[in-house]
């Protein structure tokens, strides 16, 4: 996807040497890491011109242990085709998400979708990776272990590439389930829906995903379960869930006019959250309290003024570039840390 920032060039490069070399070669500057590039309408802008440093052609699969279930991978490995190889040995990587790997893990925008589900979090046993200084690294290990020391390579999920350049991955696999089922429920009053996502997500065997989606034109459920199959029957009829081929579409797109919040709530306030949102609005929220919120400019605005009543946290992910980051206000001590941190690995603020 062609970046909506202002680019003054591209670098493509394919090993950690090319990587040291890019960042020496613009020390003086700014950078922005991308992996496919997928991404980028979801991130707030940079605030003045920068050079990519594309990771794409960083896409090998470096070692794959099926009985230890664990693999390394190149950050610029798309997805899919991750997928397509794991799946020929009844393996998967647990995480949801889409486009190159490395940008599924700095995005940092998959939680788990369901209490007891795995996120991105849990799947990453180490990484190795470059300062802006243009040191290697590592951190964590290849293998699920427990390891001595501080486990930075989980700072990768969700720095959004700002804090250093990951050039191999090490990640934690699963086996295939025996059997999944994809679900829905729609055309149900909003009591309806909080109950039975309430009490969804207390069942003995929990989804694996769960949405609650909320429009002008009425509430839904979606999400699959993970299991026996005839015990994933069961509870589908018990809840009067309906059965589907492929899992409901459950990303809001921003469009014309229209503007995309990202955001996080207690799951026991999603009562209250439903109490604020403007009118016309569609909102879609996980069984972890994630949510994306579509509203218009000046209803973002308000939104987010309100959410400190509710509680909960929340950023423009899907707008035009001068508006995407803008943010809920930030807990001082926490925004301190996260200068701290910026500052510890990246002191010239060369990663945007």
């Given amino acids: 996807m062609h970046p909506d920032f202002d680019v003054l060039s591209t670098v493509d490069v394919r090993n950690t040497d090319e990587v040291i070399q890019t960042l020496a070669e613009h020390a003086s500057g700014a950078l922005r890491v991308i992996g496919s590039g997928s991404a980028q309408h979801r991130l707030p802008a940079p605030q003045q011109p920068v050079t990519l440093m594309r990771l794409a052609s960083m896409n090998r699969l470096l070692r794959l242990e099926a009985g230890d279930l664990t693999c390394s991978v190149e950050p610029g490995l798309c997805r899919a085709e991750l997928d397509r190889i794991l799946a020929e040995k009844k393996l998967r990587l647990a995480c949801t998400g889409e486009g190159s790997l490395g940008g599924i893990f700095a995005e940092g925008r998959h939680t788990p979708l369901a209490p007891g589900a795995s996120s991105t979090r849990q799947s990453l046993l180490g990484i190795q990776g470059v300062l802006a200084e243009g040191k290697a690294f590592k951190s964590g290990a290849r293998v699920v272990k427990s390891v001595a020391g501080f486990d930075l390579h989980k700072l990768f999920v969700g720095s959004r590439g700002k804090l250093f350049v990951v050039t191999q991955m090490h990640l934690k696999l699963q086996t295939a389930p025996r059997a999944t089922r994809h679900f829905e429920r729609a055309g149900i009053s909003r009591q309806e829906a909080l109950e039975t996502f309430s009490s969804l997500r207390r069942l003995p065997t929990t989804p694996r995903s769960l949405w609650l989606g909320a429009s002008p034109g009425g509430f839904r459920l979606s999400g699959h379960f993970e299991g026996h199959p005839e015990l ?47 009118e016309q609005a569609d909102l879609i929220i996980n069984g972890t309290g994630q949510f994306e919120l579509r509203v218009t400019p000046q209803q973002s605005d308000a939104f987010l003024s309100q959410c400190c009543t509710i509680p909960a946290v929340a950023e423009i992910s899907k707008a035009l570039p001068d508006r995407r980051g803008l943010a809920t206000s930030s807990d001082p001590a926490g925004a301190r840390l996260e200068q701290g941190i910026k500052e510890a690995f990246d002191p010239m603020s060369m990663l945007l």
């Fill in 232 to 278: 994933l029957d069961q509870i589908l009829a018990e809840h009067h869930l309906r059965s589907r081929e492929e899992p409901a579409d459950t990303e809001l797109d921003g469009g014309e006019g229209a503007e995309v919040l990202r955001g996080l709530i207690a799951p026991k306030k999603l009562g209250q959250l439903l109490d604020t949102l403007p």
